[in-house]
């Protein structure tokens, strides 16, 4: 990489908080956070744009902060995209190796992968990623990197991610009106792993899981990559919800209730414990008991945890996740998830927030910034691998320059 620094900026567009974010690269891909800006998130329903003006009002907001703070001007940006709409599947190709060489080579992984590629799409629907698993070289299985190999045939196992044609070109027409470019659109769970899992977690087996505010994405890694991916429409807004119709108060007082006092098992809170429920019109406020305030949360939550337990139950690596459950979103703050995790999941649980990051570092240290931070970090590895590819070409041709030389 060059000495002047490169930056990255990555935009995590969510139901309750629009955030941007600008990091720094370093020499050797460490990353300096030099700039962070949020915005409470209008426009924007479940992971679905629902008006492209509030939305990108929002997103204005949100990066004028993150200039101010870092001192540079953005333009391109890594950008989530999460919903509903986002549906993946796995799938496999198969291609013959030339007799003439018997070798492979990366252009022959290439179009073994778009092999796997070249399946019938609905006509609504849009590739996002396309991520090799395992390779098979004529029928030796579990191959990472087949580069080399003498084979006849080679067949290649990816994860495939689509997401819904209309939904990708609303986010795009956001973040356009606020003055952005998309470098790259991002299925929001694949780049929260680089910030909340470890590399022996994705080795052994570990389900990610991110509880937003609108949306509950996950993703199943085992074996080293991606297994399974997905994202359900429900997440914090509806535990606020719920505690708004039980203790019959406005969403801002529910929301504020739940940041504060809220507990996801009604066991870990005091018999005597109570919380003051402001009064609303003029009413005075009243006292409720923690436990009943928990046993209101309780339910939704359990709801989340067990439909995303539904989503990957079937996946033959979920009985052998060595890593258990990583849990990471701001919904996932709240006390007494881990635990109810643990029980709805039948596996160990831990919270996960982004760690080993330089600069403003402290801002982004709470679980509910691991979006953000995860397309900080795909933005870096693009930057990274486009500098080795650079370096690879150098070295090419100055071998052939050498060989050239001697003729």
Sequence with gaps: MGSSPEFVVGIDMGTTKISVLIGEVGPVGEVRIIGVGTSPSEGIKKGIVVNIDAAADCVIRARIGAEKMAGVEICGVCAGIS????????SRGVIA???SKREVA??????VTEAARSIALPFDREILHTIPQDFVVDDQDGIRDPIGMSAMRLEA???IVTGQITQIENLSKVLRKAGLEIVDLVFEPVATAK???TEEEI??????VDVGGGVTSYALFYGGCIRSSGALPIGGVHVTGDLAIGLRTPASVAEMLKREHGVALPELTGDDETVMVPGVGGRSGQEVRSHILAAIIEPRCEEIFTMVKQAVSGEPFF???GGGIVLTGGGSKMKGMTELGEQVFDLPVRKAAPEGLDGLAEIVCEEGWSTGV???LHGRDGIVGAGEARRHLKRMFGKLKRIASLF
């Design 83 to 90: 919903g509903a709409h986002v549906k993946s599947f796995n």
């Design 97 to 99: 190796i030339p007799t």
């Design 106 to 111: 990366a252009k022959d992984v290439d179009r």
């Design 157 to 159: 196992d990816v994860h």
């Design 195 to 197: 910030a909340v899992l």
């Design 203 to 208: 080795d052994c087996g570990a389900l990610l």
């Design 319 to 321: 009985r052998m996740l």
């Design 374 to 376: 995860g397309m900080l």
